[in-house]
């Protein structure tokens, strides 16, 4: 790329505009490059560098050069990025305008921001971290939500802050379902996918589960996902195709040996299984849950 407009690529997360282009390259020569890929549109008429990373700095960046605004903010999903707590996977750009946007990776949102209310990352003007997770806990659905507050949460936001913040988004669309994740809201799930589990279980109406519980074996401890101690159940997440029921139980699996040994029964649950048949663990854990209350109080 030539000097100059390397310059204010540089200045501008990696990307730049027609207009800067055309400073020192001809049209023919901007097409040429397009046409090999060299080149990709970021959005209209804002382009990076085919091996340039498309990270949510960039991306603001561009949408601010292709809306001609001397400053754009990130929101939502996008801010999420940049604060480290997205959980979801990323479709669009959102940022907050009155614009309308040439294109559907492009979402500009109408809400109101206090100019106190903006903070910076990276040089990236966004809705500061505890807005942000309100944003997405009242908008998007409330596996994902939860998955949002709960990463949040391992990045240092209090229960007590998202409460507070709340009270700023009074009679916005999903006020409500934020205010009931609030309420369930821990630290310390590991992933986006152990918190999904186990709002699944509490929506199929189970107890309360502990989180990340270390239980002491032959080998040493052995931590569980999720777990209700007192009736000796655990329920891991498994990224690999393993489903709970015969599977499980049929795994050579030195650390659930140790574990049955001591009384515990240990479910497993996949993506398939949180997604689309929540049953096909709640429903046998529930199960299990009542015959150790029948095991305990025989004459109840």
């Known amino acids: 790329m030539r000097a100059e407009l390397g310059a204010l690529r540089d200045k501008q997360f990696g990307v730049f505009t ?56 990130a929101a ?11 959980v979801t996977e990323r479709n669009a750009t959102h940022v907050l305008g009155v614009q309308l946007s040439r ?24 809705t500061p971290a505890t807005r942000t997770a309100i944003d997405l ?8 939500a939860l998955a949002t507050l709960d990463a949040a949460s391992r990045l240092g936001l209090s229960p007590d802050e998202l409460s ?23 630290g310390r799930a590991e992933s986006p996918m152990e918190s999904r589990t186990r709002l699944q279980c509490v929506d199929a109406g189970l107890p309360h589960p502990e989180l990340q ?25 498994d990224s690999v195709a393993w489903h709970s029921g015969m599977h499980a139980a049929a795994r050579d699996n030195t650390r659930h040996n140790h574990l049955a040994t001591q009384g515990w029964t240990i479910f497993y649950a996949t993506a398939q299984d949180v997604f689309h048949r929540p049953e096909s663990f709640t429903e046998p854990i529930r199960q299990a849950i009542n015959r150790a209350l029948r095991t305990a109080h025989p004459h109840h």
């Open 164 to 186: 507070e913040e709340l009270t700023h988004h009074h009679r916005r669309r999903g006020v409500r379902q934020a205010a009931e994740l609030i309420d369930l809201v821990d």
């Open 213 to 237: 519980l270390e239980v002491p074996t032959p080998d040493g401890p052995r931590r569980l996902d999720i777990s209700w101690p007192q009736y000796r159940i655990g329920l891991e997440y």
């Open 18 to 73: 027609t207009a800067q282009a055309r400073i020192e390259y001809t049209r023919a020569e901007l097409r040429a490059r397009l046409h090999r890929g060299d080149w990709v549109p970021v959005f209209h008429g804002v382009y990076r560098e085919a091996t340039a990373p498309e990270g949510p700095e960039l991306r603001v960046e561009a949408a601010r050069l292709s809306m001609g605004l001397p400053i754009l903010i």
């Open 103 to 126: 294109s559907k990776h492009l979402v500009v949102h109408r809400d109101r921001l206090d100019p106190g209310q903006v903070t910076s990352i990276n040089g990236v003007s966004t």
């Open 137 to 144: 806990a009242r908008t998007l659905n409330r596996m994902d």
């Open 76 to 86: 939502y999903d996008t801010a999420a990025e940049l604060h480290g707590f997205s």
